[in-house]
DNA sequence: AAAACAGTTAAGTGAATGCTTAACTAAGAT
DNA sequence: ATCTTAGTTAAGCATTCACTTAACTGTTTT
């Protein structure tokens, strides 16, 4: 079997970039599969995969509809990044300040 | 050679957990190598190939200090995650959850 | 000069990852 | 009933990953 250990951490299934491109075009709101992997150069059951693991850690939820199956983002496993990055927004925000003193004092 | 190719993405970058750890422990500041893998069961050079990986994407800095090489956080890199995340932020509240569902409904 | 220290580079390994094609399941259309 | 359509599951494959031990580089101490 494959793609059956998807680690179930946020910050690996977002580490893939086409599974962030998935879940950046599941804001435009729920999507059959098909439509969900129109832009991608990549098959199907690759997709279906991706979104198995996007669903593994619940940034996605599944729902039939008759013979499609609607996924939608559920975009709230994100907090945990969310957080764990503003930890660093200070230490930026200094550095760009301590960037910007040092661009002026140039001036 | 081993850990050559370390795609320098930030998001790919920050998916393991040891590097985040070693993220996390930088920002207590500058630090020798030894100091920074202390508190990991993992080997010496496990932690240098992820510092360099770390180092690729820009998230870290070196400097030679007599016989210790001192690491240094650049979360600037991180920006674009958060950038990336806070595209999301709006979806997250229940409130605005439930506006989307109900504009959904309306179209 | 030799030994010790701090760390990297090299080489190899097992497991996970992302992908493929082929085969399957389930629902709607003919 | 059969054929599409929509999608998943299975199996396999090449690459990448995180890790290891061993060997190496450079610096300080003795």
Redesign the interface.
Known sequence: MSRTTASA?V??A????TR?AI??RL?Q??QPVKQLAEPFAISLPAISQHLQVLCEVGLVTQQRSGRQRLYR?N??P??Q??D??????Q??TT??DALGEYLEEQS
């Open positions: 951490d910050f690996q977002i580490g893939d970039p962030r879940l950046d804001q709101g729920e983002l975009p709230t994100l907090k990044v969310s764990w990055v503003s930890q660093y927004e230490f930026w550095k760009l």
